[in-house]
């Protein structure tokens, strides 16, 4: 296992669309372990494979809040298949936006398909944090920032922040 470095916007890596994995063999497993222990170490509660520089459609989730009891998900090729119509309002952040938060509204519920870390089939019903942890991941996957929901002005703000505490730390 190991962790790998987290990128952070404003960064070109993190607009491209990721590709479908054709197996989940045991290199595509070794690298969910990877993902999983870096988001753990970030710390994080979702991960998307494209923020540690691999653009494939894999993505690790964790929002059990528990260090004994962890309830680790891994999601290859995930699809969401149904929104529910009921929406709800959260206050969400990245790993690859360091320290910045906004809220958005996002359908409260889903329902996603994926293959999981054996390769099999699954479906899973989610909704409050699991459902928008997902839904944030699977953005990343499009080559989406929490940040392209809100206004360009908000936007603007927050990435000219990043970028500057980006290069008053590669000056000190
Ligand atoms: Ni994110």
């Known amino acids: 296992m190991a962790i790998l470095p987290i990128i952070t ?9 990721s590709k479908p994995v054709d197996a989940v063999d045991d290199k595509i497993r070794q690298f969910l372990d990877d993902m999983l222990e870096t ?3 970030a710390p994080g509660i979702g991960l998307s494979a ?3 520089g691999v653009a ?40 690859s936006l360091p320290d ?13 398909e994926y293959l999981d870390y054996n390769g099999e089939p699954q479906k899973l019903l989610a909704d409050g944090l699991l459902s928008r942890c997902i839904q944030h991941e699977m953005d ?22 990043l970028d500057k505490a980006r290069r008053q730390k590669q000056t000190a």
Do not use: W
């Open 9 to 17: 916007a404003p960064d070109r890596r993190l607009k491209v669309k």
């Open 56 to 95: 494939k459609c894999l993505i690790t989730v964790d929002v059990s809040h528990d260090d004994e009891d962890n309830a680790p998900l891994y999601m290859v090729n995930p699809e969401i298949v149904h929104y529910s119509d009921d929406k709800g309002i959260y206050n969400e952040g990245c790993l």
């Open 39 to 41: 988001m753990y170490d």
């Open 100 to 112: 910045q938060f906004a809220d958005l509204e996002r359908p409260e519920g889903i329902t996603v």
């Open 140 to 161: 990343h996957l499009k080559g989406r920032l929490f940040v392209d929901h809100i206004s360009a002005v908000k936007r603007g703000m927050i990435l000219r922040k």
């Open 50 to 52: 494209v923020q540690v």
